[in-house]
């Protein structure tokens, strides 16, 4: 495990604010330079002009650039920059179905397991010392639920607000095929059909939390 010998440049991106103030405040009270960035675009501006030691994003970023797009560019324009993916997701696929790998210098930690054992100085220790990417997912239980690449991919679109019309003409699909795959979804998230809930807004915020892993 590394030895922080001395303070860090650490660029936090995330666009809800209350974490955003939390893991900030957090990494300052461990002697470290913390700036925070909502979106991507003001990242790579940050990133350019003060080149950070490290950078902690989320995958979920809103509308416009993911967390997964904001790795890639920096892998390949910064890659000695040390990066930590702090998510509610389970999987990258619930941000990107076509993600492959994430890159070497990468440490992936999902926030419902950060406690007392994996503490914020453990994770900065970490991602400036081993190389090699890793995960630390959050731990098995009865309650997770499992769902495919494809469900994954629907999730994503309806979390940003797509209709089902809009979604079937984004996926080169009929409007029958996209309500029948949103039927299946709701059967492997295990919601039932409610007059009491909109089952968009408890499938949102299902992909939202860390109960949901991909298959």
Same mark, same amino acid.
């Given at each position: 495990?590394?030895?922080?010998?001395?303070?860090?440049?650490?660029?936090?991106?995330?666009?809800?604010?209350?974490?955003?103030?939390?893991?900030?405040?957090?990494?300052?009270?461990?002697?470290?330079?913390?700036?925070?960035?909502?979106?991507?675009? =003001?990242?790579?501006?940050? *990133?350019? !002009?003060?080149? $950070?030691?490290?950078? /902690?994003?989320? %995958?979920?970023?809103?509308?416009? &650039?993911?967390?997964? =797009?904001?790795?890639?560019? *920096?892998? !390949?324009?910064? $890659?000695?920059?040390? /990066?930590?993916? %702090?998510?509610?997701?389970?999987? &990258?696929?619930?941000? =990107?179905?076509?993600?492959?790998?994430?890159?070497?210098?990468?440490?992936?930690?999902?926030?419902?397991?950060?406690?007392?054992?994996?503490?914020?100085?453990?994770?900065?220790?970490?991602?400036?010392?081993?190389?090699?990417?890793?995960?630390?997912?959050?731990?098995?239980?009865?309650?997770?639920?499992?769902?495919?690449?494809?469900?994954?991919?629907?999730?994503?679109?309806?979390?940003?607000?797509?209709?089902?019309?809009?979604?079937?003409?984004?996926?080169?699909?009929?409007?029958?095929?996209?309500?029948?795959?949103?039927?299946?979804?709701?059967?492997?998230?295990?919601?039932?059909?409610?007059?009491?809930?909109?089952?968009?807004?408890?499938?949102?915020?299902?992909?939202?939390?860390?109960?949901?892993?991909?298959?």
């Amino acid at each position: 495990m590394a030895v922080i010998e001395k303070s860090l440049d650490v660029l936090v991106v995330e666009d809800e604010t209350f974490t955003r103030n939390i893991v900030s405040e957090m990494i300052s009270k461990l002697g470290h330079n913390c700036n925070s960035v909502t979106n991507v675009n =003001d990242a790579l501006i940050f *990133i350019n !002009k003060s080149k $950070p030691n490290l950078v /902690i994003t989320d %995958l979920d970023l809103g509308e416009g &650039p993911t967390g997964l =797009d904001l790795i890639n560019k *920096i892998h !390949k324009v910064h $890659p000695e920059i040390d /990066i930590v993916v %702090l998510t509610a997701h389970r999987s &990258p696929l619930l941000i =990107d179905a076509s993600f492959k790998q994430l890159p070497l210098n990468v440490k992936y930690v999902v926030k419902s397991e950060i406690d007392a054992t994996n503490t914020f100085e453990e994770i900065l220790r970490n991602a400036i010392g081993d190389k090699k990417s890793s995960m630390i997912r959050a731990s098995k239980n009865d309650s997770e639920i499992l769902i495919s690449k494809t469900q994954a991919e629907l999730l994503q679109l309806i979390a940003q607000g797509l209709s089902n019309q809009a979604i079937a003409e984004k996926r080169g699909t009929t409007l029958r095929a996209v309500e029948a795959l949103v039927n299946r979804t709701y059967e492997a998230l295990n919601l039932k059909v409610n007059d009491s809930r909109n089952l968009r807004v408890e499938a949102v915020k299902l992909w939202k939390s860390s109960k949901i892993n991909v298959k």
